[in-house]
Every structure is written in structure tokens, then in C-alpha cells.
């Protein structure tokens, strides 16, 4: 029964079709007839829209790298670091290493996806200063990049024989020559 009156609605439907447009008419019938099968794909397409990336990390072992100004890149996070400079820290004493985090990911790289990067000099480590560093605090947008800054307590002539850790990346050798 549902059936003829659907049909009755269509047929009564294409008659004012003088007066509206071809699409509005039809698409007014279709939700008259409710149940049917576009509603289905309708319901499915919406279903299996693409879901917003979300980052993941991956574990991997650290990987060490010589310090240079090339870009390394960090497999666990997808991110790339490369070393902009090492100099004296004027805002708070000490000395800060400035890099520049590139997020690879299709999704934001989250303000907390790695732990406080850390200083080894001459096998000991050093403490960070908060006066001249500029972590991540905020989620790094999908391909985006930013710079960053770490200040540590330690003299910048003291830097030629250190090991800088940032999340999946180790750099070591003389950060004085960056």
C-alpha cells in the first residue's frame, strides 16, 4: 500500500512540475517516500566520510646524528629538526640551542608528543633554564613548522663536546660550530 502511494504522490507531484524546478520536485519526493534506497547510500556515504588524522607516534630506538645544520628526521614522531644555532643565553644565563620542528604528519604534532629535550655535557647532564627557551605549546599544525628554543645551564664554550636529545633524535659533537 505504501508503494501506490508513493506512486500517487509522484504522479500528482510531476503535475506541478510547471511551477517548480525538476530538482526541488524530486527531491521533494524522495522524502515523501521515506525507506527508500538512496536513503541507504545516503547513509552510508555519510558513514564512511574520512575520518580526521590523528597523530600517532611510533617507537623506535634514538638515533644519533652529528650536529649540523642539516634537517634530521625523527621515524617515532614524523617530524624533522634541524639546528639553527647555539649561542649564549641573554635572557636568563647559560646557553640555548635553537631548532626548527617540522611536523610531517597529516595531522597536528600535539604540544606534548615528546618529553623536555635534554643537554649531556661531557657525559653529565645539564640543567634547562626557563628565561630563553621557547618550547612547543601548542599542537603544530599538519606540515607546518616552527622554531624553537632550549636554554640550558651550562657555558656556550663548554658546548664542543655535548649531546643534545630532542624527542626521537640524538645530536652530538661541538655545537659551538653550528
Known amino acids: 500500500m505504501h508503494a501506490k502511494n508513493c506512486e500517487e504522490y509522484v504522479l ?3 503535475r506541478l512540475l510547471k511551477a517548480t524546478s525538476a ?3 524530486l527531491s521533494f519526493a524522495l522524502v515523501a517516500c521515506g525507506g527508500s534506497e538512496s536513503d541507504d547510500a545516503a547513509a552510508s556515504i555519510s558513514a564512511n566520510a574520512p575520518a580526521t588524522p590523528v597523530f600517532e607516534a611510533k617507537e623506535v630506538d634514538v638515533k644519533t646524528v652529528d650536529v649540523s645544520r642539516s634537517p634530521e628526521h625523527d621515524d617515532g614522531l614524523n617530524t624533522t629538526v634541524r639546528l639553527q644555532s647555539a649561542n649564549y643565553n641573554n635572557q636568563g644565563g647559560g646557553s640555548v640551542i635553537y631548532v626548527l620542528l617540522t611536523n610531517d ?4 604534532l600535539p604540544a606534548d608528543a615528546f618529553s623536555d629535550p635534554t643537554l649531556t655535557v661531557n657525559g653529565e647532564s645539564i640543567d634547562r633554564v626557563e628565561n630563553g627557551t621557547v618550547d612547543l605549546e601548542l599542537p603544530l599544525e599538519a606540515h607546518a ?9 651550562v657555558n656556550f ?8 636529545q630532542i624527542g626521537n633524535l640524538k645530536f652530538k659533537g661541538n655545537f659551538t660550530n653550528i
Open 23 to 25: 530538482a526541488a520536485l
Open 145 to 153: 613548522s616552527t622554531n624553537l628554543a632550549y636554554a640550558f645551564d
Open 157 to 164: 664554550g663548554n658546548l664542543s663536546d655535548a649531546e643534545f
Open 12 to 14: 500528482k507531484s510531476t
Open 105 to 108: 604528519n597529516d595531522a597536528p
